[in-house]
């Protein structure tokens, strides 16, 4: 595909129509929180924008993210719309292998140096484990610098490459870092979620092509748009929350009946995704409709944050031996104040008998 | 049991339902059972003659003393009720709000039922309505003014934290901050309620009953009535 075709000469040689490229725009645009005002300029937009070139670079990952976004189902408006960018390198989706890929990748952040879209999953080793994960005989933590140097923009498309993720978890046996971690000098969308909703990578990079600007970020970097509520606050089983109706086993007459999964240990209400709106698998269902609580897999070192099926209202209040050690000090303490007191006592009673 | 207590990445919420309330716990721990024992051990030589049963007369006392004495009852009966109004509303918000019975069970290893979000709501602020009342009370009545020490207060605002940030999480009003924030700030409120607690006035909970029962004691066996 040529990178001076635009995005609607993609989407129509595809076969969308009009009345199916506007559903999207204006999805795109509620997405986004928008007003319906600004659907035609989101689609005039869209429509016009030419194919930004985008460079994908897998770190320490599972594919996960790339399954995420390529395998849901074909094909639909937005999966056109991710063809529709100009993919110059991800070397699981293109044909080339080998030195040609590399070639391609080079190729195209030189001819699109600074105007280049930089996608990243996977986490990055750094320091003495640097060399744990290469690409041609390249470390990440060099092709992720020499990558970021040409690019307009970052996105750190999975927990991994957001925050380090798994690879980073406990005790982090490669020094595993995400890319805000490495690169403080560009502008960085993180789209963490493990995998993260693919309607909410392509809302992202449909917020680029319309506006050429990255969208309104939380503090930690994620676009407001869809990280901006917590999962807790748009629940469906919410109401049951609220009465105290909760689901007490996996295969409970609660767990049957749809009431709430906090007491399973659901992290909705600490976790900020737009999986509870825009759900997964075509609108189909979600965690939490399938019947298992959030794992808070958008969140920075989700894995270290204790079991996954622990309430999270359920603290780490240390264990019965620390207890029992703090009881046989007081107890210590409590021996010693007697004795003392008890002394005293005498003496007094002695001087007063003198 | 390091599950969650990563210093690498720990966040405040980690931080304050980790290894802060692990030391509180232990700081509490201690200071309960220095000051039981010490309490416990401590001597009192019997210098008067007995003239009344001293066990009848510390129970007898632990219930006179629950209601306000006939003589004081005009001058009193308001923060007497007052007080069994927010201590009941404390309890039923500490114990019967869902989250809180987990936090329990987790560590006892068994749970009870809860009550809908919408009583505990009631009795949150119910509770902190009373509480703002006796601490208006207490500065405004100048006799309660006197005989208050700055450990009245401070024990007043350890208790009073933990409703303020629990209402602040629970109605996500956090004035600017994020929900976490609001919710460790409600982990560490409990902390220092844990930490404050053996040394205190708070301790109040646990020398209530064995306090009253020694001071009835010792009347009754002077022949006194408490």
């Not at chain 1, 995420?68 to 080339?96: C, K, M, N, W």
């Not at chain 2, 200071?31 to 066990?55: D, F, H, N, Y």
């Amino acid at each position: 595909m040529a990178a001076s075709k635009t995005v609607g000469d993609v989407l129509r040689a595809h076969g969308v129509s009009r009345r199916g490229f506007m559903k999207f725009c204006a999805a795109t645009a509620s997405m986004m929180a928008l007003p319906p005002s600004m659907v035609s300029a989101v689609a005039a937009a869209i429509e016009k924008a030419r194919r930004p070139s985008v460079i994908w670079l897998p770190f320490q990952e599972c594919t996960g993210c790339t399954e995420s976004l390529t395998r849901s189902h074909t094909p639909t408006v937005e999966g056109l719309i991710f063809d529709a960018i100009s993919l110059d390198y991800h070397h699981t989706l293109q044909a080339a292998a080998g030195q040609r890929a590399e070639d391609a990748m080079h190729q195209a952040m030189e001819e699109n140096y600074g105007n280049y879209l930089l996608l990243v999953d996977g986490s990055i080793p750094t320091e003495e484990y640097e060399s744990h994960s290469c690409t041609n005989g390249h470390s990440h933590l060099s092709m992720l610098k020499e990558a970021a140097a040409g690019a307009a923009a970052i996105v750190s498309v999975g927990t991994c490459a957001a925050y380090g993720g798994i690879p980073k978890a406990n005790p982090n046996p490669t020094k595993a870092r995400g890319v805000q971690d490495l690169i403080t000098d560009k502008a960085i969308i993180n789209v963490p979620g493990c995998p993260p909703v693919p309607t909410v990578i392509t809302g992202v990079l449909a917020h680029y092509l319309t506006f050429g600007t990255i969208p309104e970020l939380d503090p930690l970097g994620r676009p407001m748009a869809f990280f901006g509520q917590n999962i807790h606050d748009r629940c469906y089983r919410r109401p049951f929350y609220e009465r105290g109706q909760f689901a007490e086993t996996f295969d409970d007459e609660g767990a049957k009946k749809g009431y709430c999964l906090y007491k399973l240990g659901c992290k909705g209400p600490v976790t900020y995704n737009a999986c509870a709106t825009l759900k997964w698998n075509e609108g189909t269902s979600w965690p939490v409709q399938s019947g298992h609580g959030c794992l808070g897999c958008s969140e920075p070192d989700f894995w270290d944050k204790g079991s996954f099926y622990r309430p999270l209202s359920a603290a780490y209040w240390g264990d019965a031996k620390t207890v029992g050690i703090g009881a046989a000090a007081g107890a210590a303490a409590g021996l010693a104040a007697a004795a003392l007191a008890r002394g005293k006592q005498k003496k007094a009673q002695q001087e007063e008998k003198a | 049991m390091n599950e969650g207590l990563y210093l690498e990445g720990m966040s405040l919420l980690d931080f304050a339902r980790g290894p802060a309330l692990r030391w509180a716990v232990i700081i509490f721990v201690i200071g309960i059972v220095w000051r039981l024992t010490a309490l416990l051990l401590a001597s009192r030589k019997q210098l008067e003659p007995t003239k009344g049963s001293a066990t009848s007369g510390g129970i007898k006392t632990l219930l006179t003393r629950s209601a306000p004495a006939h003589e004081l009852e005009k001058n009193i009966v308001f923060q007497h009720y007052s007080g069994y109004a927010w201590h009941i509303g404390m309890f039923v918000v500490l114990l019967f709000f869902a989250p809180h019975m987990l936090f329990f069970k987790d560590i006892l290893g068994f749970g009870w039922p809860t009550l809908p979000n919408l009583f505990i709501t009631f009795f949150s602020v119910v509770t902190v309505g009373i509480l703002l009342v006796l601490l208006a009370r207490r500065l405004m009545n100048p006799v309660l003014r006197q005989i208050s020490t700055l450990d009245d207060y401070i024990s007043w605002l350890i208790a009073f934290l933990p409703f303020l940030t629990g209402l602040m999480a629970f109605t996500h009003i956090t004035f600017g901050m994020r929900y976490e924030t609001v919710l460790a700030l409600h982990f560490l409120s409990v902390c220092l309620l844990l930490v404050w607690f053996p040394f205190g006035k708070l301790m109040h909970a646990i020398f209530i009953w064995p306090s009253r029962y020694k001071v009835g004691a010792a009347f009754a066996r002077r022949g006194v009535r408490a």
